[in-house]
Structures are given as C-alpha cells and as structure tokens.
C-alpha cells in the first residue's frame, strides 16, 4: 500500500466529488494537467481525450478560463465513464496527495503565508496532516509542487 498526505489548511474545502473538483480545478483555476494527463494517457484514443487536448491548449495560450462549466462538468462526467470503461474502476471521488515533505514544506507553509523556505514554519499537531492510500487512478500527475490527483470509488479516509 502506497501512501501519500495532504493538509486541510491549504485550500481544503472538504470536497472529494471527482466531477466538482475535476471541474473546478479545469474551469476556475485554469488546471491544464488533468487534460493532459487524461488526454495523453487513458483517454489518448478517445474523442474525449482529444477534446482535452483541445482545451488544455486553448487554456495554454490564451490563460482564460474553460468553456462554460456545465460544458466541463459534461467533459469530465464523460471522462470518468470512459476511464471505468477502460481501467475497470468507477471514479466518484478525488483527492490531491503529495509526499510528506512537500505537504509540510509548501503546502502546509502556504496556509500561512510562509512562501521563502528559509522562514520558520509551524509544526502541525496531529490529525493537521493526514495520510491516505493512494487511488487506483491518476487523474493529473503533477501540479507543479508535488501534488498528485488521484481517484477513487469509495470516499478515501485517513489512515
């Protein structure tokens, strides 16, 4: 079992929702890696990955945000039934993880404002970072800072 971590404080809305997260990461951040990483792995063969392709480009060179939300929620919705098709496994649910040290140098310093690594940083207590298995897919792999999106069929919980 592979496990991974992330914090609450850094963003943590509580939402694990593939289709709500994969959408708002696409939409409202300009998240292109999960059209990448969709488009140029599982769903590389696909119309749906193409479309991905498609729109990470767009995103890319002209730095607005995505189509219409509900144009994305479709996309994503149909990314999803197409990677169970194809993996077997039925994404409900998501989760940004990254190794223990990336959580507590960047994110877990973000929630404070900590940006220049040679400032001090608050220890967490416990429960402030938490572990989780990692999911069966992945969804973006990379962020840029050590985060990976993963999916899963079952709400993930904290080990």
């Known amino acids: 079992m592979e496990t991974k971590y992330r914090t609450e404080a850094f963003f943590g809305s509580g939402i694990r929702d593939a289709v709500e997260v994969m959408a708002y990461e696409i ?4 998240n292109t890696d999960i059209l990448r990483t969709l488009g140029e792995g ?8 193409k479309e991905m392709l498609s729109i ?4 890319t060179s002209d730095g607005e945000g995505a189509e219409d939300l509900f144009y ?3 996309l994503c919705r149909t990314a999803l039934k197409e990677i169970e098709a194809k993996a077997g496994v039925q994404v409900k649910y998501v989760l940004w993880l990254a190794d223990y040290d990336d959580v507590l140098n960047k994110f877990w310093a973000w929630a404070f404002g900590i940006y220049d690594s040679s400032q001090p940083v608050p220890e ?25 999106l993963y999916g ?8």
């Open 56 to 59: 990470a480009e767009q995103l």
């Open 27 to 30: 939409n409202t951040l300009g």
């Open 152 to 159: 899963y069929s079952s709400l993930p919980q904290p080990l």
């Open 124 to 148: 967490p207590e416990e429960g402030e970072i938490e572990a989780y298995e990692i999911g069966p897919v992945i969804l973006s792999s990379g962020d840029g800072d050590g985060g990976m």
């Open 72 to 74: 994305i929620k479709d």
């Open 42 to 49: 599982l769903l590389r063969d696909t119309a749906t990955g």
